[in-house]
C-alpha cells in the first residue's frame, strides 16, 4: 500500500511582502466571514413612493480568511493592478475550536498535522507576527465554505502570504476539494508567485 503523501514542513509555509498585489493563499484578519444563515429579522426600508428595499439581518462574525481567488485571475491584462474587484476567500479556524465542536476528533490531530489529509480542509501551522500584533494558532482553511467579498473589504488586512510550498499545497488541496483526484508529488504544481 502506497504511503500518504505527507504536506510541507511548518517552516516552508509563509512569507511576508513578497508582492504587492494580492495573490491566491494571501492570509487576512478581520475578514467578514458572511456565512447566509436564516434571517434574524427582515427589515423594509420604503420610500414616499411606497416602494421598499428588504435588507437581511443576522450574525456577522469577523475573522481571519484565506484568499482563493486564482492569482491569474486578480491580474489585469495588459496593464498593472487588478482586473477586476471580486475576491474570494475561505475561513480560517483554529484546530482547538474545531476539536472542541467535535469538527475534527482529536485522535485525528497527529495525521493531519503529518499528511493534512481531510479533503474540506487545509492545515495551517501556526503563525505569529508581533509587529503586526497578529497571532494564529494551528488553524484549518475551510475549503468547502467560500465567502466573496469586494477587494476594499481586504486593504490594509493582509498578514502573511503563502511561500513556494504552502503555494503548491494549497493547490494540491484545491485541486483535491473539487476534483477529488489527490496528486502525491507537490512539485507538479508550479503555482504563480507574483
Given at each position: 500500500?502506497?504511503?500518504?503523501?505527507?504536506?510541507?514542513?511548518?517552516?516552508e509555509?509563509?512569507e511576508?511582502?513578497?508582492?504587492?498585489?494580492?495573490?491566491q493563499?494571501?492570509?487576512?484578519?478581520?475578514?467578514?466571514?458572511?456565512?447566509?444563515?436564516?434571517a434574524e429579522?427582515?427589515?423594509?426600508?420604503?420610500?414616499?413612493?411606497?416602494?421598499?428595499?428588504?435588507?437581511v439581518?443576522?450574525?456577522l462574525?469577523?475573522?481571519?480568511?484565506?484568499?482563493?481567488?486564482?492569482s491569474?485571475?486578480?491580474?489585469?491584462?495588459?496593464?498593472?493592478?487588478?482586473?477586476?474587484?471580486?475576491?474570494?476567500?475561505v475561513?480560517?479556524?483554529?484546530?482547538a475550536e474545531?476539536?472542541?465542536?467535535?469538527?475534527?476528533?482529536?485522535?485525528?490531530?497527529?495525521?493531519?498535522?503529518?499528511?493534512?489529509?481531510?479533503?474540506?480542509y487545509?492545515?495551517?501551522?501556526?503563525?505569529?507576527?508581533?509587529?503586526?500584533?497578529?497571532?494564529?494558532?494551528?488553524?484549518?482553511?475551510?475549503?468547502?465554505?467560500?465567502?466573496?467579498l469586494h477587494?476594499?473589504f481586504?486593504?490594509?488586512?493582509?498578514?502573511?502570504?503563502?511561500?513556494?510550498?504552502?503555494?503548491?499545497?494549497?493547490?494540491?488541496?484545491?485541486?483535491?476539494?473539487?476534483?477529488?483526484?489527490?496528486e502525491?508529488?507537490?512539485?507538479?504544481?508550479?503555482?504563480?508567485?507574483?
Open positions: 500500500m502506497p504511503s500518504r503523501p505527507e504536506r510541507p514542513s511548518d517552516a509555509y509563509y511576508r511582502d513578497r508582492v504587492q498585489l494580492f495573490s493563499g494571501d492570509l487576512f484578519r478581520d475578514v467578514p466571514l458572511a456565512y447566509p444563515l436564516p429579522e427582515l427589515l423594509v426600508d420604503q420610500d414616499e413612493a411606497g416602494a421598499g428595499r428588504r435588507f439581518s443576522g450574525p462574525t469577523f475573522g481571519p480568511a484565506m484568499l482563493i481567488t486564482p491569474c485571475s486578480l491580474g489585469a491584462q495588459g496593464t498593472a493592478g487588478y482586473g477586476h474587484p471580486v475576491r474570494t476567500l475561513p480560517v479556524v483554529p484546530l474545531l476539536v472542541e465542536r467535535s469538527v475534527i476528533k482529536e485522535i485525528a490531530l497527529s495525521d493531519l498535522r503529518r499528511f493534512d489529509h481531510l479533503i474540506n487545509m492545515y495551517l501551522p501556526p503563525l505569529e507576527i508581533e509587529d503586526l500584533e497578529f497571532s494564529m494558532p494551528e488553524s484549518a482553511a475551510f475549503l468547502y465554505m467560500p465567502v466573496t477587494h476594499a481586504l486593504e490594509g488586512n493582509r498578514v502573511s502570504q503563502l511561500a513556494y510550498r504552502g503555494a503548491q499545497q494549497l493547490q494540491r488541496k484545491l485541486v483535491w476539494f473539487y476534483s477529488g483526484w489527490l502525491d508529488d507537490l512539485d507538479i504544481f508550479e503555482p504563480p508567485m507574483d
